[in-house]
């Protein structure tokens, strides 16, 4: 629970506001999903579901997350990014160096992806990625370095 309550005022601090209405509701959908894929390992939503600490049925909370997931307003600059930044500075100053790892795989009804992450506790933490319709192969050099040039921006 105190890993919950870490997370979920970590997000909250890195908008420097305190956030109200449908923000505040994203950010602790946000803490869930989070702190859901941590404590199960896996990125299954039955699975995180199980893992989320507050009250209700499971099923609800899968319906939960799977709106979040759908929702148009939820994006990658306003959500995902302060997250990012906020991982990315405490690995930093752990002294040990950043190790960043790019793979590709396949990922569900014809799609690829092309994931750059940042090894922690020999756990690949995804930082950005690229999902395209395709098979299993590989991609383009070109994609390989704007997805570089990406994460160092």
């Known amino acids: 629970?105190?890993?919950?309550?870490?997370?979920?005022?970590?997000?909250?601090?890195?908008?420097?506001?305190?956030?109200?209405?449908?923000?505040?509701?994203?950010?602790?959908?946000?803490?869930?999903?989070?702190?859901?894929?941590?404590?199960?390992?896996?990125?299954?939503?039955?699975?995180?579901?199980?893992?989320?600490?507050?009250?209700?049925?499971e099923e609800s909370k899968i319906m939960q997350l799977r709106r979040w997931l759908a929702n148009q307003t939820i994006t990658f600059e306003l959500y995902y990014l302060p997250f990012l930044q906020i991982v990315l500075n405490t690995l930093t100053n752990t002294g040990q160096p950043l190790v960043l790892i790019i793979d590709g795989s396949t990922t569900g009804r014809g799609c690829i992806t092309l994931m750059v992450s940042v090894v922690y506790q020999n756990r690949a933490l995804p930082l950005m990625w690229v999902t395209r319709k395709g098979k299993k192969g590989h991609f383009p050099e070109t994609m390989h370095v704007e997805l570089i040039k990406a994460v160092h921006d």
Request: glycine fraction near 8%.
């Open 1 to 57: 629970m105190k890993l919950y309550k870490t997370l979920r005022e970590g997000l909250k601090k890195s908008y420097g506001q305190e956030p109200k209405g449908n923000q505040a509701r994203h950010l602790n959908t946000l803490a869930n999903f989070v702190y859901g894929i941590i404590q199960c390992r896996h990125v299954q939503l039955p699975q995180i579901a199980s893992e989320i600490p507050n009250a209700g049925k």
